[in-house]
T-cell receptor, first 113, second 115 residues
Framework: GENVEQHPSTLSVQEGDSAVIKCTYS??????FPWYKQELGKRPQLIID?????GEKKDQRIAVTLNKTAKHFSLHITETQPEDSAVYFC????????????FGTGTRLQVFP | DTEVTQTPKHLVMGMTNKKSLKCEQH?????MYWYKQKAKKPPELMFV???????INESVPSRFSPECPNSSLLNLHLHALQPEDSALYLC??????????????FGPGTRLLVL
């Protein structure tokens, strides 16, 4: 079955710097890759997603890139702010396949003022 | 309405109690999910209902019993739980007419403590 690895497990950056979180997946049939942000005590919230028919997607300060050949995808946050501090989870699934969303292990991002 | 709601927010129960968690969505989504999340871990899939039928059971112990009364509601019945079942229980829903997990939207969760 699918396996998603996520690195790093923790990431500390200065406010205004960029942050990059990387994930790799094992099942080449996976074609949908969402990213969730979870603040302490809150629900996971979808922040951006990408499908395998595109290589990059941007939404203001957040971008996701996908390399299907290497089977990895990355989250890029530019101009980080303290409110970006949270745990970020990547995930992978097969649209048109099963209803399973396979999560990475999570990255705790801390943005220091 | 673009939210998934869950009740109760917090629940404390003894190992002999019976309780239920409730989840509701009014987005017309065709799939609903139960996840268990331990501290500092990703959500762990428990059950999936697709068009009100149980489609995935991730080998969850029988002390957890899901129920989908209609397309908007999802329950999780709890009985004879163990202290290690203490966790955040998340409900999610998704709408993908082509099948597959699609974009899942999570509820706020029920924080369960088993004494």
């Amino acid at each position: 079955g699918e396996n998603v690895e996520q690195h790093p497990s923790t990431l500390s950056v200065q406010e205004g710097d960029s942050a990059v979180i990387k994930c790799t997946y094992s099942d080449s049939a996976s074609n949908y890759f969402p990213w969730y942000k979870q603040e302490l005590g809150k629900r996971p919230q979808l922040i951006i997603d990408i499908r395998s028919n595109v290589g990059e997607k941007k939404d203001q300060r957040i971008a996701v890139t996908l390399n299907k050949t290497a089977k990895h995808f990355s989250l890029h946050i530019t101009e980080t702010q303290p409110e970006d501090s949270a745990v970020y989870f990547c995930a992978a699934s097969i649209e048109g396949g099963t209803d399973k969303l396979i999560f990475g292990t999570g990255t705790r991002l801390q943005v220091f003022p | 309405d673009t939210e998934v709601t869950q009740t109760p927010k917090h629940l404390v129960m003894g190992m002999t109690n019976k309780k239920s968690l409730k989840c509701e969505q009014h987005m017309g989504h065709r799939a609903m999910y139960w996840y268990k999340q331990k501290a500092k871990k990703p959500p762990e899939l428990m059950f999936v209902y697709s068009y009100e039928k149980l489609s995935i059971n991730e080998s969850v112990p029988s002390r957890f019993s899901p129920e989908c009364p209609n397309s908007s509601l999802l329950n999780l019945h709890l009985h004879a739980l163990q202290p290690e079942d203490s966790a955040l229980y998340l409900c999610a829903s998704s709408q993908d007419s082509s099948g597959g997990a699609g974009t899942q939207y999570f509820g706020p969760g029920t924080r369960l403590l088993v004494l």
